[in-house]
């Protein structure tokens, strides 16, 4: 395996901060997430640090490779044209599963793959495949989890090293990801970071995040800790990563706090002691990188497809919980995927909470919504599912919301919403009931979204706390991103 290029000091880029990014001093490179950017219709800032020189990698969330089916022939062809588009030196992706094929579920986070001889294996040939289609070189990167799984055969570093042995691919390294699991899965991130092949190294995350009631969040919107830095500087003096790069995906500072951390993680590696000596080599005994042949023993991906799908289905469809998996931790990721749900879906659609009144109302409606309703596509396809379930519903039921919702529904679906009888039934009667009020009375109805849905589905005060605090930190928890 050939060392991998310098990238320097880089920052994940994102709309939000664009313009602080290009002025970022000393920014060497920078990390875009492949699904948010269109190959033809790059943004203008991305442009203009292209023509700077400064590099761009384009950041994989939706490939799945950790997944018991192989990879979408597609997604994989869609991650090869932004790589070509952007010059990329080379693209990443997870250690992760983030859907299943039967039945058809959709995580929309990165969640853990069982450390198993069969689920290694499975995933050593999805990573062989996304090889072959890939114009430039991948990296994987180790995720954050809060789920342990039962009967785990490997440790992570086994499984690593194992992965680097068979397959030859570039690990990306999370080192908050690693802080995150030692709070959460009891790991030593520096028995990690001790059966590294140093040559594998691609480039390291550094993020922040927050600790509530023993759990730590991941939440790419907090200041980096001091324990992770220090992470960072126990990976500087065993190798000199090519590459490190500050992830921030909410509640973004100020652009001289941005700075300031940026320069908080030149000042790790510049006081970590420089690793001497050869490179290590793995604990397999094979030179790193040095990529087998990678075949599938017979039930592996059957097995893995039973596993996988009876612990999705756990957390986004109420069934129980498998056996050997903690339930209470089960019943936090569950919740922390609903408020991610609602809260990416809040931002594509930001119509949607003031059509039904608010915030509190709109988070209550969304969590009736998913609670037994787990997601099959995508963010979009679910905004849209959710309006539709309002819709036939005959929600919100006031009849001006109500209209707007049902505008809102057409423009972006192209057909017309189910229901409709129900609706232009519950539209008469609302009439009726206008015609029957006392002209007398004070009150007018209102025709501002604002009205009978935010009295019937705003949550209690403590329950309204409780949803907010949970979308806040629910995309943390194995963020999908990451």
């Known amino acids: 395996m050939e ?32 699904e948010n950017i269109c190959p033809g219709h790059l943004p203008e800032s991305l442009l203009r640090l292209r023509e700077r020189g400064v590099a761009v990698v384009p950041h994989g969330v939706s490939l799945g490779l950790g997944g018991a089916d192989r990879p979408d022939p597609q997604k994989l062809a869609a991650l090869a044209e932004r790589a070509v588009a ?17 039945p058809v579920l959709e995580a929309g986070h990165l969640l853990p793959v069982p450390r198993t001889w069969d689920a290694l294996d499975v995933l050593c040939e999805n990573v062989r495949i996304a090889q072959d289609a890939l114009p430039v070189p991948l990296a994987l990167e180790n995720i954050a989890a809060l789920l342990s799984w039962p009967d785990e055969e490997l440790t992570e570093a086994q499984f690593l090293t194992e992965l680097v042995g068979r397959t030859g691919v570039r690990l990306l390294i999370d080192v908050a990801n690693l802080h995150t699991n030692r709070v959460n899965r009891g790991e030593d991130p520096l028995a990690v970071l001790d059966a590294l092949p140093p040559q594998s190294l691609a480039y390291v995350h550094v993020a922040g995040g927050v600790e509530r009631d ?25 190798t000199d990563p090519p590459g490190v790069l500050l992830e921030r995906d909410d509640d973004f500072p100020p652009e001289a706090e941005l700075a300031g951390e940026l320069d908080a993680i030149r000042g790790a590696l510049a006081a970590a002691p420089v690793p001497s000596g050869p490179p290590a080599r793995s604990a397999a005994g094979a030179a790193p990188g040095a990529a087998g042949a990678v075949s599938v023993p017979a039930g ?42 609602a809260g990416v879906v809040r931002k594509m659609a930001p119509e949607l909470p003031e059509i039904l009144g608010g915030l509190p109302a709109y ?36 009849a001006a919301a109500r209209r707007r919702l049902t505008a809102w529904w057409r423009e972006r679906s192209g057909a017309r919403p189910p229901g409709l ?36 589905h ?16 629910g995309s943390a928890v194995g963020r999908a991103g990451a």
């Open 214 to 238: 023993g759990v730590w969040h991941d939440t790419h919107a907090h200041p980096v800790p001091p324990q992770v830095l220090g992470i960072l500087s126990e990976l500087r003096a065993r």
């Open 86 to 102: 952007l010059g990329a030196p080379l693209v990443t992706e997870h250690i992760a599963f983030v859907r299943t094929a039967s």
């Open 300 to 341: 592996a991906r059957a097995r893995l497809t039973v596993r996988q799908a009876a612990l999705l289905s756990a957390l986004v469809a109420g069934t129980p919980v498998p056996e050997g998996f903690d339930g209470q931790r089960v019943r936090v990721q569950a919740r922390a995927l609903v408020a991610k749900r």
């Open 363 to 398: 988070r209550a409606a969304f969590q009736e919504y998913a609670r037994n309703r787990p997601m099959t596509a995508g963010y979009r396809r679910d905004a849209l599912d959710f309006a539709e379930h309002l819709l036939i519903q005959g929600l919100p039921r006031d």
């Open 421 to 456: 009888g129900t609706q232009l039934l519950d539209r008469l009667l609302d009439r009726l009931h206008n015609l029957r009020r006392p002209r007398s009375s004070g009150r007018s109805r209102s025709r501002t979204g604002t009205g009978s849905l935010s009295r019937a």
């Open 3 to 34: 060392p991998m290029a310098r990238l320097g000091v880089g920052i994940g880029w994102r709309p939000e901060i664009a313009d602080a990014v290009e002025r970022l001093p000393g920014l060497d490179w920078v990390e875009v997430v492949a």
């Open 458 to 473: 705003a949550p209690a005060p403590d329950t309204a706390v409780q949803v907010e605090r949970a979308e806040r930190v």
